[in-house]
């Protein structure tokens, strides 16, 4: 079986802000860091934070947050603005200082009312996130405003979040996309990706493929992983653009070579289906692990299969087993019945245990038709205390899942999200994974006789007719 790429990529990696840094004192004249030192040993609060900024982040100078969180210091006693935000970016990160998020929001204040755009967003942030202050969305989208006024691009587009989660303000799809597409035409990447899936999915403005497409490559010529895989994935469908595997593998590996989960775990497929690229099981397998090893759980349960059936690594039981089961903690429900039917059988990398056996395959019947159908295969084989064993398993599983991937908080998506959810996740197995909850849909080999036919064959070819005890 093929496998399949992602409909829509999700994460957006978090954009980290430092305080502005004066690299100029004219149109085309540098400012030398000894000029700067000069001037803050003579008490220059600018110079001062500006040299805060080059010891923050390594420009001109060896980084060093200790020299920072001082230059700093000295601007904020000063009352200046710009120390005061970087004193409190120290202070939120844990750079130079302990961390203490009390102390960074009150740092950020005292810029913010001062009216400086950056620590604006910044409290914004914290309030958003609960961070050093009480949540309050009401507050957070107030601050975002603030900066948002000024043209600050990255308060316009949290504001614009706040519109689209309606958390502060009233729900408004439409105003989102107006504030988001201000922040995107001052060149802000994660608010172009964000206006590229708004045009790709019809939200807040017409839908349009070739839009999308354009906003997409605007973020991904500036290195944004998010954007280089939607517009792989463009160029992979032929949505919006000309179909070109071989631009697509270009694009996914550009994301890929940046670490992002999504990019590697496409580049595999594209590797593993050898679509836009000499087919190379041994690329996939590796391109699988790079992104099964950051929680990828298709990658997961594709690596899985290579280990079963042996494409690009040596055929191993035990690897499979470990892989099916962080994919089916990671709650997809095909890598919950793989792992169940390896618990009913011999010599598949566990030890036979038919109570946890029933117990995935039940979690797995919860959501995947296939599953209720490798029950119905198995029951003759399955001892009464055993059911009532995995029953009780698996409402154990219930929890444990519920908790490993429960969120962290019900904050705002602050640049770490597109403001679209994602559709669901075709992947390798006996049938396409999907996003829990929801039944095949649109997706190829969905269909349910073949599903079964596929399941029912993989069943007796594993178990035997019906499963065997010894």
């Known amino acids: 079986m093929k496998h399949n790429i992602l409909s829509l990529v999700g994460m957006v990696p978090f954009l980290v802000l430092c305080p502005a840094i004066q690299l100029h004192a004219g149109a085309d004249k540098p400012i030398s860091v000894k000029s700067r030192q000069d001037q803050a040993t003579r008490g220059d609060a600018e110079a001062q934070a500006d040299l805060g900024g ?5 420009i001109g100078v060896k980084k060093d947050y200790a020299e920072a969180v001082r230059m700093y210091r000295m601007a904020a006693a000063q009352g200046n603005a710009r120390g ?29 009312d001062q009216g400086n755009a950056e620590a604006q967003t910044k409290l914004g942030d914290c309030y958003a996130k609960g961070d050093g202050v009480e949540k309050d969305f009401a507050q957070a989208a107030l601050w975002y405003r603030k900066a948002a006024g000024q043209g600050y691009a990255e308060g316009q587009y949290n504001l614009g979040i706040c519109y689209i989660h309606g958390q502060g303000v009233a729900k408004d799809q439409a105003e989102a996309v107006t504030w988001i597409r201000k922040a995107a035409g001052q060149g802000l990447a994660v608010a172009q ?80 289906n050898g679509q836009g690229v000499k087919q190379d099981y ?74 946890e056996g029933y117990a995935w395959i039940s979690l797995s019947a919860r959501t995947l038709k296939a599953a209720t159908e490798a029950l119905n295969i198995c029951l003759p084989a399955i001892e009464p205390q055993e059911i009532v064993d995995g029953k009780k398993r698996m409402d154990e599983l219930i929890k444990d899942i519920a908790n490993e991937n429960s969120l962290t908080g019900d904050g705002l998506v602050l640049r770490n999200t597109p403001p679209v959810t994602p559709e669901p996740r075709p992947a390798v197995g006996l049938t396409p994974a999907l996003a829990p909850g929801k039944e095949p849909s649109n997706i190829e080999g969905s269909d349910d006789a073949v599903i ?17 005890k010894k």
């Open 452 to 468: 079964h036919k596929g399941l029912q064959r993989e069943v007796y070819d594993l178990l035997g007719t019906p499963p065997n």
């Open 193 to 272: 990706t964000s206006l590229g899936f708004s045009y790709a999915n019809g939200v807040g403005v017409k839908q349009d493929a070739a839009h999308a497409v354009t906003w997409f490559r605007k973020a991904a010529n500036q290195g944004h992983a998010v954007a280089q895989c939607n517009l792989a994935l463009r160029y992979a469908q032929g949505d919006g653009v000309e179909k070109d595997q071989e631009e697509a593998v270009r694009w996914y590996r550009k994301a890929a070579d940046q670490g992002d989960a999504e990019g590697q775990f496409n580049l595999a497929v594209h590797y593993y």
């Open 282 to 355: 041994a690329a996939a397998a590796r391109w699988y692990r790079k992104a099964a090893e950051q929680n990828h759980p298709i990658a997961e349960l594709n690596l899985a299969d290579c280990y079963f059936k042996g494409k690009g690594v040596e055929k191993n039981h035990m690897e499979r087993v470990k892989w099916l089961t962080k994919a089916a903690r990671h709650n997809i429900p095909e890598a919950q019945l793989a792992l169940g039917l390896c618990y009913f059988s011999y010599e598949m990398g566990v030890v036979q245990n038919v109570a």
């Open 54 to 58: 080059r010891y923050a982040m390594g």
């Open 84 to 112: 005061q935000c970087g004193l409190g970016v120290c202070f939120a990160r844990g750079d130079g200082v302990k961390k203490d998020d009390v102390e960074a929001v009150n740092w950020f204040r005292k810029a913010a």
